[in-house]
């Protein structure tokens, strides 16, 4: 069964860090480039962050470039994402992604994780 | 950032009849070498992460009923359940993922009237 599990998720106080994991399973994870995607409660989703198949090229959405971190380990078939300097509008489900089809980044999103929730409040 | 609006906000439809919901992007997301609209719809059920009805505006994923149908080019897209059913109450995103960031819509709550 093709599966992303994602973990790492609490509650933080602001100006903390958190290191979210999304394990992958059931597909050629190192063939896909891997999102995450952000809701906060009661709201709708919002792209954070892409990563290439090899983890050589990422991008951020601009909330919150400079502060998180996407990687990945194909060896483990695991996503990353590295939460620094958080704040309380950080507050929200992250879900990491697939795309449908492999090598690119240029499809719609088949495969979501369950969610991890993030809390940052003091 | 190309910029998705959903209309309604919300709508509530009888059992049976047909919800139509609206997705305008800000600009064009038809990539005209491939003839491909890179939109894509997604259904959210609470507690649920979303999952995938549509994608190129009106290829519908593999599974999904065929009472959900997707249209549009260029700027202007809709989805329609043709046939509303109890377990098609949620909330509606259309998604763009032509240009980066891909965005979202704000989504549309559909419930039973």
């Known amino acids: 069964e093709v599966q992303l599990v994602e973990s790492g998720g609490g509650l933080v106080q602001p100006g903390g860090s958190l290191r979210l994991s999304c394990a992958a399973s059931?597909?050629?994870?190192?063939?896909?480039?891997m999102q995450w995607v952000r809701q906060a409660p009661g709201k709708g989703l919002v792209w954070v962050s892409r990563?290439?198949?090899?983890?050589?090229?990422?991008i951020y959405a601009d909330s919150v470039k400079g502060r998180f971190t996407i990687s990945r380990d194909n060896a483990k078939n695991t996503l990353y994402l590295q939460m620094n300097s958080l704040r309380a509008e950080d507050t929200a489900v992250y879900y990491c992604?697939?795309?449908?089809?492999?090598?690119?980044?240029?499809?719609?999103?088949?495969?979501w994780g369950q969610g991890t929730m993030v809390t940052v409040s003091s | 950032d190309i910029v998705m609006t959903q209309s309604p906000d919300s709508l509530a439809v009888s059992l049976g009849e047909r919800a139509t919901i609206n997705c305008k992007s800000s600009q064009s997301v038809l990539y005209s070498s491939k003839n491909k609209n890179y939109l894509a719809w997604y259904q959210q059920k609470p507690g649920q992460p979303p999952k995938l009805l549509i994608y190129?505006?009106?290829t519908r994923e593999s599974g999904v009923p065929d009472r959900f149908n997707g249209s549009g080019s260029g700027t202007d897209f809709t989805l329609t359940i043709s046939s509303l059913q109890a377990e098609d109450v949620a909330v509606y995103y259309c998604?763009?993922?032509?240009?980066?960031?891909?965005?979202f819509g704000q989504g549309t709550k559909v419930e039973i009237k």
């Open positions: 998604q763009q993922f032509y240009s980066t960031p891909p965005t």
């Open positions: 990563t290439n198949s090899d983890g050589s090229n990422t």
């Open positions: 992604a697939r795309p449908r089809l492999g090598g690119s980044y240029l499809y719609a999103l088949d495969i």
């Open positions: 059931g597909f050629t994870f190192s063939s896909y480039w």
């Open positions: 190129w505006a009106s």
